[in-house]
């Protein structure tokens, strides 16, 4: 381009920008974002640590920032360990209700009322030899001996629900676990935003946890970006969904199909 040509164009931009024909976009800043109104939202955390109550886990750490974010939001929230209750092996509703299970306990039935009442549901786990701990599976198990039942449109009953993961370790293995949790609650019927997981690991070997001092975890800004976006991420689909009252009952109602509604199915194959 020459000369003459650049200085042409800049004289007629200028022009423009002083006629009342243009008019120059404005980039909305920080301090005029309007917050979302997120209360109203119910979430819970549920910590599938291998320890008990009060001893320290690293996952509740972690689990706790993101917690933070929901309650400064006006959230309400509850964050709880499994291994705190006698959650019986299976994959039924009550395992006390199951013939000759020689089962005499489960607390299943009240965790599920308080993960019915949820929008938002967020497990976390530890890493164990490359993989999510075994009280991390047994939530799966028990998530998916309800999946079955249904909502009051008749859809299965974890549609309109929300699901993410936090993970910890100090060694690899946040995606792949991060994968099986995520792959298994929208099985289920949860729904699953963008950058729903969030992890902290350190280097390969025995080392320092995420609340360990000398991990200098709380201050990875990784970790912390990945947290806040998975949080907020949570929260703006279960806000959608709630305020749109879930998902619309065309071409997903268990109750429709029994009845015979096969909306555009056709086999094709025939």
Same mark, same amino acid.
């Given at each position: ?15 423009? @920008?002083? %006629?009342?024909?243009? *008019? ?8 005029? =974002?309007?917050?979302? #109104?997120?209360? /109203? ?89 490359? @993989?999510? %701990?075994?009280?991390? *599976? ?8 309800? =999946?079955?039942?249904? #909502?009051?449109? /008749? ?116």
């Amino acid at each position: 381009m020459s000369w003459c040509a650049y200085f042409r164009i800049k004289d007629t931009i200028a022009i423009l @920008e002083k %006629s009342e024909i243009y *008019t120059r976009p404005e980039t909305p800043t920080m301090s005029e =974002s309007k917050a979302p #109104n997120f209360s /109203g939202l119910k979430a819970l955390y549920i910590n599938c640590t291998l320890k008990k109550s009060p001893r320290q886990s690293h996952t509740a750490g972690l689990m706790e920032v993101s917690r933070h974010i929901m309650d400064a939001e006006g959230v309400g929230t509850e964050l709880l360990r499994l291994v705190d209750y006698d959650i019986a092996p299976g994959v039924q509703p009550d395992m006390t209700e199951v013939e000759d299970s020689g089962i005499e306990t489960d607390d299943w039935p009240k965790i599920y009322e308080k993960v019915k009442a949820a929008d938002i549901l967020v497990i976390g786990t530890p890493i164990w030899l490359g @993989e999510r %701990s075994s009280v991390a *599976t047994q939530l799966i198990e028990r998530l998916y001996a309800m =999946s079955a039942m249904r #909502n009051d449109k /008749g859809q299965y009953v974890y549609y309109g629900k929300v699901g993410g993961c936090v993970i910890t370790g100090n060694e690899d293995g946040i995606k792949h676990c991060a994968m099986g949790v995520l792959y298994a609650m929208q099985h289920v019927g949860y729904s699953i935003p963008p950058q729903a997981d969030c992890g902290w690991i350190g280097e390969v070997g025995p080392g320092p946890s995420y609340l360990d001092q000398k991990a200098h975890a709380l201050d990875n800004s990784f970790t912390n970006r990945n947290t806040t976006f998975m949080t907020y991420n949570l929260l703006h689909l279960a806000r959608m969904l709630k305020e749109n009252g879930g998902y619309p009952t065309y071409g997903n109602s268990v109750k429709d199909w029994e009845e015979g509604e096969r909306w555009e199915f056709k086999q094709v194959n025939k």
